[in-house]
């Protein structure tokens, strides 16, 4: 028997004879790990329905978009960032943009990611030696759920960390949880701060 398939408010129908079996769509593929690159570049933050249960506060950060639901989801964001810190100081001045340069990649995507739980994360130190200039580059990796944050320099750390604390700033501000949230989980000490200046310095 000839099967045809036609399109019904989004799902797919298969029509044997004179039945219409709906079947719930399945997609062809699954994106689930995507890499970024961190730029130095300026975001823009804004809000919705603030200081209630449908509070949503959306970052819009060159080519990346996301949206957050709760305080706890941008505390831990940017606790994942302000551990790049540590390991970014011995990569000080070893990599920078033009080590991984935009004509390499052939493609240029937009990356969505809409978080729905406090993401888990880790920072992982990486390098590898480049034959072309003849040295070790180093750079940072943040592996967080489906996404993977790659620090290259400090111009775009530092643009990341500015931006991601204006984020916890008004997530504190409006989502219902936010006192909870309220210390900066990237913040550190006076000695600290000082060896962090320095490295990014030299």
Partial sequence: ?????????????AVLGSRVVERM???AGLVTRTM???RPVAG??????????LAVVSVQWGDIF????SAAQVSAVLAAFGAVREALRGAAGSATLEAVRGDEW????????????PPEWSVVNQACYDERRRRTVCWVDVHMGPVQWRVVDWAGYEAALTLLRNVHRTAVAVFPDGPKFRA???KTDSFTETAFK???SA
């Fill in 106 to 117: 052939p493609g240029v995507s937009v990356v969505s990611v809409t978080w729905t739980r």
């Fill in 36 to 38: 970024v690159l961190v």
């Fill in 66 to 69: 996301m949206r957050f639901t």
């Fill in 44 to 53: 823009h933050v804004s809000v919705q329905d603030a200081r209630t249960d």
């Fill in 184 to 186: 900066d989980p990237s």
């Fill in 25 to 27: 769509p399945i997609p």
């Fill in 1 to 13: 028997m000839a099967q045809t398939r036609v399109k019904q408010s989004g799902a797919t129908a």
């Fill in 198 to 200: 320095g490295a990014a």
